[in-house]
Protein backbone atom coordinates (compact mmCIF):
# COMPACT_ATOMS: atom_id res chain seq x y z
CA UNK A 1 0.00 0.00 0.00
CA UNK A 2 1.28 3.41 -0.74
CA UNK A 3 0.83 6.07 2.18
CA UNK A 4 0.35 10.12 1.21
CA UNK A 5 0.26 13.08 3.27
CA UNK A 6 -2.22 15.51 3.71
CA UNK A 7 -0.82 17.37 1.05
CA UNK A 8 -0.99 13.94 -1.63
CA UNK A 9 2.73 13.77 -1.14
CA UNK A 10 4.59 10.17 -0.83
CA UNK A 11 5.94 10.53 2.94
CA UNK A 12 10.28 9.57 3.07
CA UNK A 13 11.41 6.41 3.72
CA UNK A 14 12.75 6.50 7.03
CA UNK A 15 16.46 5.79 5.61
CA UNK A 16 15.95 7.79 2.57
CA UNK A 17 18.40 10.93 2.44
CA UNK A 18 20.84 9.59 5.94
CA UNK A 19 24.38 9.37 5.29
CA UNK A 20 25.69 6.10 6.13
CA UNK A 21 29.53 5.18 6.75
CA UNK A 22 31.41 3.08 4.21
CA UNK A 23 32.71 -0.37 5.48
CA UNK A 24 35.95 0.82 5.34
CA UNK A 25 35.07 3.43 7.57
CA UNK A 26 33.65 0.97 10.21
CA UNK A 27 36.04 -1.58 9.88
CA UNK A 28 38.97 0.43 12.05
CA UNK A 29 36.80 0.29 15.02
CA UNK A 30 38.12 -1.40 18.03
CA UNK A 31 36.26 -4.47 19.85
CA UNK A 32 34.43 -5.22 16.47
CA UNK A 33 35.18 -8.61 15.32
CA UNK A 34 34.27 -10.20 11.77
CA UNK A 35 34.72 -13.33 10.92
CA UNK A 36 37.50 -14.44 8.37
CA UNK A 37 36.87 -18.31 8.69
CA UNK A 38 35.86 -20.55 5.14
CA UNK A 39 33.44 -22.24 6.51
CA UNK A 40 31.47 -19.22 7.89
CA UNK A 41 31.89 -17.81 4.78
CA UNK A 42 30.71 -20.97 3.05
CA UNK A 43 27.32 -21.17 5.47
CA UNK A 44 26.90 -17.38 5.14
CA UNK A 45 26.14 -17.70 1.29
CA UNK A 46 23.61 -20.41 1.71
CA UNK A 47 21.89 -18.15 4.70
CA UNK A 48 21.24 -15.83 2.14
CA UNK A 49 19.86 -17.18 -0.46
CA UNK A 50 16.23 -16.45 -0.83
CA UNK A 51 16.03 -20.22 -2.50
CA UNK A 52 16.98 -21.52 1.23
CA UNK A 53 13.77 -23.26 3.10
CA UNK A 54 12.68 -21.82 6.48
CA UNK A 55 14.06 -25.30 8.00
CA UNK A 56 17.66 -25.04 6.77
CA UNK A 57 17.44 -21.70 7.73
CA UNK A 58 16.84 -21.75 11.14
CA UNK A 59 19.77 -24.99 10.86
CA UNK A 60 22.08 -22.52 9.66
CA UNK A 61 21.45 -19.55 12.12
CA UNK A 62 22.08 -22.51 14.76
CA UNK A 63 25.36 -23.52 12.97
CA UNK A 64 26.75 -19.48 12.35
CA UNK A 65 25.40 -18.93 15.67
CA UNK A 66 28.14 -22.25 17.18
CA UNK A 67 30.83 -20.74 15.53
CA UNK A 68 29.80 -17.24 16.63
CA UNK A 69 29.52 -18.58 20.01
CA UNK A 70 33.13 -19.98 19.96
CA UNK A 71 34.69 -16.88 19.10
CA UNK A 72 32.75 -14.83 21.32
CA UNK A 73 33.74 -17.51 24.54
CA UNK A 74 37.56 -17.51 23.89
CA UNK A 75 38.41 -15.40 26.47
CA UNK A 76 35.78 -16.15 28.80
CA UNK A 77 37.53 -16.29 32.83
CA UNK A 78 38.29 -20.09 33.93
CA UNK A 79 38.98 -21.35 37.31
CA UNK A 80 41.11 -24.86 38.17
CA UNK A 81 39.54 -27.63 38.72
CA UNK A 82 41.09 -31.33 40.13
CA UNK A 83 40.51 -34.08 38.24
CA UNK A 84 41.55 -37.71 37.90
CA UNK A 85 42.02 -39.23 34.39
CA UNK A 86 42.17 -43.00 33.49
CA UNK A 87 46.06 -42.09 34.46
CA UNK A 88 46.02 -39.91 36.89
CA UNK A 89 45.09 -36.69 38.86
CA UNK A 90 45.51 -33.49 37.27
CA UNK A 91 44.34 -29.37 37.29
CA UNK A 92 41.72 -28.66 34.46
CA UNK A 93 39.80 -25.57 34.16
CA UNK A 94 36.60 -25.19 34.27
CA UNK A 95 34.36 -21.43 33.20
CA UNK A 96 34.49 -19.12 36.34
CA UNK A 97 30.92 -17.74 36.97
CA UNK A 98 27.81 -18.25 34.95
CA UNK A 99 27.17 -17.05 31.35
CA UNK A 100 24.05 -15.44 29.84
CA UNK A 101 22.56 -15.21 26.84
CA UNK A 102 19.85 -12.56 25.52
CA UNK A 103 18.13 -13.80 23.04
CA UNK A 104 16.85 -10.20 21.70
CA UNK A 105 13.06 -11.63 20.03
CA UNK A 106 12.35 -12.74 17.85
CA UNK A 107 15.25 -13.54 15.43
CA UNK A 108 17.56 -13.92 18.32
CA UNK A 109 15.93 -17.22 19.47
CA UNK A 110 18.11 -19.42 17.12
CA UNK A 111 21.37 -17.79 18.03
CA UNK A 112 20.51 -18.34 22.22
CA UNK A 113 19.72 -21.96 20.92
CA UNK A 114 23.61 -22.39 19.45
CA UNK A 115 24.87 -21.04 22.42
CA UNK A 116 23.30 -23.54 24.61
CA UNK A 117 24.30 -26.15 22.25
CA UNK A 118 28.07 -24.56 23.05
CA UNK A 119 27.53 -24.30 26.69
CA UNK A 120 24.75 -25.41 27.75
CA UNK A 121 24.28 -24.24 31.50
CA UNK A 122 23.97 -21.04 29.96
CA UNK A 123 20.99 -18.85 31.62
CA UNK A 124 19.00 -17.44 28.72
CA UNK A 125 17.62 -13.84 29.75
CA UNK A 126 14.81 -13.17 27.14
CA UNK A 127 14.24 -9.42 26.12
CA UNK A 128 11.54 -8.49 23.40
CA UNK A 129 12.51 -5.53 21.25
CA UNK A 130 10.28 -5.11 18.20
CA UNK A 131 11.27 -2.51 15.19
CA UNK A 132 8.37 -0.12 14.07
CA UNK A 133 9.20 -0.66 10.17
CA UNK A 134 7.78 3.27 9.60
CA UNK A 135 10.06 4.80 12.46
CA UNK A 136 12.44 2.30 12.73
CA UNK A 137 12.95 2.89 16.85
CA UNK A 138 12.83 -0.14 18.51
CA UNK A 139 9.82 -0.60 21.31
CA UNK A 140 10.69 -3.07 24.39
CA UNK A 141 7.45 -5.07 24.69
CA UNK A 142 8.94 -8.55 26.85
CA UNK A 143 11.03 -8.58 29.58
CA UNK A 144 12.05 -11.72 31.32
CA UNK A 145 15.76 -10.56 33.10
CA UNK A 146 15.83 -11.72 36.51
CA UNK A 147 16.66 -10.14 38.84
CA UNK A 148 19.48 -12.41 40.29
CA UNK A 149 23.06 -10.77 38.26
CA UNK A 150 25.46 -14.34 38.81
CA UNK A 151 26.98 -13.66 35.69
CA UNK A 152 30.59 -13.03 34.60
CA UNK A 153 29.63 -12.39 30.91
CA UNK A 154 25.79 -11.70 29.09
CA UNK A 155 25.68 -11.60 25.19
CA UNK A 156 23.18 -9.84 23.41
CA UNK A 157 22.24 -11.72 20.61
CA UNK A 158 20.45 -10.80 17.45
CA UNK A 159 20.99 -11.67 13.98
CA UNK A 160 20.68 -8.21 12.31
CA UNK A 161 22.36 -4.98 13.10
CA UNK A 162 20.24 -2.94 10.89
CA UNK A 163 20.19 0.79 12.20
CA UNK A 164 21.61 -0.62 15.75
CA UNK A 165 18.30 0.61 18.03
CA UNK A 166 17.63 -2.98 19.09
CA UNK A 167 20.96 -3.33 19.70
CA UNK A 168 21.73 -0.28 21.55
CA UNK A 169 18.58 -0.51 23.46
CA UNK A 170 19.13 -4.13 24.42
CA UNK A 171 22.61 -3.10 25.81
CA UNK A 172 20.78 -0.29 27.80
CA UNK A 173 18.69 -2.71 29.73
CA UNK A 174 21.37 -5.14 30.37
CA UNK A 175 23.80 -2.14 31.80
CA UNK A 176 21.34 -1.71 33.73
CA UNK A 177 21.95 -5.16 35.91
CA UNK A 178 25.79 -4.40 36.70
CA UNK A 179 26.59 -7.22 34.65
CA UNK A 180 30.60 -7.28 34.74
CA UNK A 181 31.42 -8.07 31.11
CA UNK A 182 28.75 -7.40 27.78
CA UNK A 183 29.12 -8.43 24.43
CA UNK A 184 27.03 -8.41 21.34
CA UNK A 185 26.53 -11.25 18.46
CA UNK A 186 25.39 -10.78 15.64
CA UNK A 187 24.93 -12.99 11.98
CA UNK A 188 24.93 -9.52 9.91
CA UNK A 189 25.44 -5.74 10.22
CA UNK A 190 25.58 -2.83 8.19
CA UNK A 191 28.07 -0.03 8.69
CA UNK A 192 26.03 2.35 10.00
CA UNK A 193 24.37 0.06 12.59
CA UNK A 194 27.87 -0.92 13.50
CA UNK A 195 29.00 2.36 14.24
CA UNK A 196 26.03 3.46 15.98
CA UNK A 197 26.40 0.72 18.21
CA UNK A 198 30.17 1.13 18.71
CA UNK A 199 29.90 4.53 19.99
CA UNK A 200 27.10 4.24 22.02
CA UNK A 201 28.94 1.32 23.95
CA UNK A 202 32.24 1.71 23.32
CA UNK A 203 32.86 -0.64 26.18
CA UNK A 204 31.49 -3.65 24.25
CA UNK A 205 32.86 -6.52 22.45
CA UNK A 206 31.17 -6.92 19.18
CA UNK A 207 31.28 -10.23 17.42
CA UNK A 208 29.57 -10.37 13.85
CA UNK A 209 29.77 -12.94 10.95
CA UNK A 210 29.84 -10.71 7.92
CA UNK A 211 29.80 -6.62 7.77
CA UNK A 212 27.31 -5.62 4.57
CA UNK A 213 27.43 -2.38 2.73
CA UNK A 214 24.78 -0.31 3.50
CA UNK A 215 20.97 -0.03 4.67
CA UNK A 216 18.31 0.61 2.22
CA UNK A 217 15.93 3.61 2.32
CA UNK A 218 13.43 1.36 4.37
CA UNK A 219 15.98 0.24 6.78
CA UNK A 220 17.19 -3.60 5.42
CA UNK A 221 20.60 -4.67 5.36
CA UNK A 222 21.84 -4.81 1.77
CA UNK A 223 22.77 -7.38 0.20
CA UNK A 224 21.37 -8.63 3.71
CA UNK A 225 19.65 -11.88 3.68
CA UNK A 226 15.48 -10.40 4.22
CA UNK A 227 13.83 -10.68 7.20
CA UNK A 228 15.75 -13.05 9.78
CA UNK A 229 13.02 -13.44 12.25
CA UNK A 230 10.33 -14.71 8.98
CA UNK A 231 12.86 -16.88 7.65
CA UNK A 232 13.96 -18.58 10.88
CA UNK A 233 10.09 -19.08 11.77
CA UNK A 234 8.12 -19.22 8.37
CA UNK A 235 5.78 -16.15 8.50
CA UNK A 236 6.02 -14.73 5.43
C1 LIG B 1 14.75 -7.19 13.45
C2 LIG B 1 16.07 -7.83 13.83
C3 LIG B 1 16.59 -6.89 14.88
C4 LIG B 1 16.13 -5.55 14.38
C5 LIG B 1 17.31 -4.89 13.72
O1 LIG B 1 13.80 -7.53 14.37
O2 LIG B 1 15.95 -9.15 14.29
O3 LIG B 1 16.06 -7.14 16.17
O4 LIG B 1 15.07 -5.81 13.45
O5 LIG B 1 17.00 -3.61 13.35
P1 LIG B 1 17.64 -2.31 14.01
O6 LIG B 1 19.11 -2.54 14.10
O7 LIG B 1 17.28 -1.25 13.01
O8 LIG B 1 17.00 -2.09 15.34
P2 LIG B 1 12.24 -7.14 14.28
O9 LIG B 1 11.99 -5.91 15.07
O10 LIG B 1 11.82 -7.13 12.85
O11 LIG B 1 11.53 -8.28 15.08
P3 LIG B 1 11.51 -9.86 14.92
O12 LIG B 1 12.81 -10.36 15.49
O13 LIG B 1 10.34 -10.26 15.74
O14 LIG B 1 11.34 -10.21 13.47
N1 LIG C 1 15.74 -6.84 10.32
C1 LIG C 1 15.87 -7.90 9.48
O1 LIG C 1 15.37 -9.00 9.77
N2 LIG C 1 16.53 -7.73 8.34
C2 LIG C 1 17.10 -6.54 7.99
O2 LIG C 1 17.72 -6.45 6.90
C3 LIG C 1 16.97 -5.45 8.87
C4 LIG C 1 16.29 -5.64 10.03
Redesign the pocket.
Known sequence: MTHTNTEGEKPKLPMQGIAQPTREEVLKLPRVHISSHSVMASKMTSLRDVNTTSPDFYRLVKEIGALLAYEATASLALEPREIETPLEKMTGSTLAGGIGVTP??????GLAEAFREVIPDVQVWHL??????RT???MEYYNRLPHTVNLQVCYAV?????????????INVLKRRNIPRLSYVGIIA?PY?LL??AQEHPDIDIYIAALDDK?NDV?Y?VPGLG????R??G?F
Open positions: ILRAGLGLRRDELQADPMLATGGSAIDAAGKLLGIDAGDQFT
